[in-house]
T-cell receptor
Framework: LAKTTQPISMDSYEGQEVNITCSHN???????ITWYQQFPSQGPRFIIQ???TKVTNEVASLFIPADRKSSTLSLPRVSLSDTAVYYC????????????FGAGTRLAVHP | GAVVSQHPSRVICKSGTSVKIECRSL??????MFWYRQFPKQSLMLMAT?????????EQGVEKDKFLINHASLTLSTLTVTSAHPEDSSFYIC???????????FGSGTRLTVV
């Protein structure tokens, strides 16, 4: 399982774009990159998943460079409700591989 | 989308008693489910992998006799915290892979408080 490294915390203001970068130098060929969001006293929630280049959905974009050793989660125009912990996980989505969580990034959005 | 339901959401029990937490996959079958524990301000820590019809696989340092896992059907896994102590107070979360491309699905968690 590839280890991931993220900033422990970030601060932003409402309306700004937030970019959270995750390093995963030992990513394997079959590994996908998945980001989860967790609010206090709730289970993590899937945000976005990608393998290479760029993926965009209704809530975020995921940028993955060609070497795939890092990835950046981009949250456009954050609001107070985006205050949460964001986890980057790397692994093979096939089968039933266990997910090992790193420390995550605690994002605080201020008014 | 795939939903994992966890019950109860909150439980308070006396020290020495046992508590059962249920995790159900509502719209998909899950031969494998995962149980996590999370202490305040910390990340999720994988406790064990629950396998339908066979024994669970526990992570290093997790007492299998204390945290009993049963996965009797393709939609239900249970975690029983036996002889609970205050240090077992934590947030317990289950997860399963619905087999689709949008990642694993997590339950809403169970806040266990042992008094």
């Amino acid at each position: 399982l590839a280890k991931t490294t993220q900033p422990i915390s970030m601060d932003s203001y409402e309306g700004q774009e937030v970019n959270i970068t995750c390093s995963h130098n030992n990513i394997a060929t079959n590994d996908y990159i998945t980001w989860y969001q967790q609010f206090p006293s709730q289970g993590p929630r899937f945000i976005i998943q990608g393998y290479k280049t760029k993926v965009t959905n209704e809530v975020a974009s995921l940028f993955i460079p060609a070497d795939r050793k890092s990835s950046t989660l981009s949250l456009p125009r954050v609001s107070l409700s985006d205050t949460a912990v964001y986890y980057c996980l790397v692994g093979d989505v096939g089968g039933y591989n266990k997910l090992i969580f790193g420390a995550g990034t605690r994002l605080a959005v201020h008014p | 989308g795939a939903v994992v339901s966890q019950h109860p959401s909150r439980v308070i029990c006396k020290s020495g008693t046992s508590v059962k937490i249920e995790c159900r996959s509502l719209d998909f079958q899950a031969t494998t489910m995962f149980w996590y524990r999370q202490f305040p301000k910390q990340s999720l820590m994988l406790m064990a992998t629950s396998n339908e019809g066979s024994k669970a696989t526990y992570e290093q340092g997790v007492e299998k006799d204390k945290f009993l896992i049963n996965h009797a059907s393709l939609t239900l896994s249970t975690l029983t915290v036996t002889s609970a102590h205050p240090e077992d107070s934590s947030f317990y979360i289950c997860s399963a892979n619905p087999g689709q491309s949008y990642g694993y699905t997590f339950g809403s968690g169970t806040r266990l408080t042992v008094v």
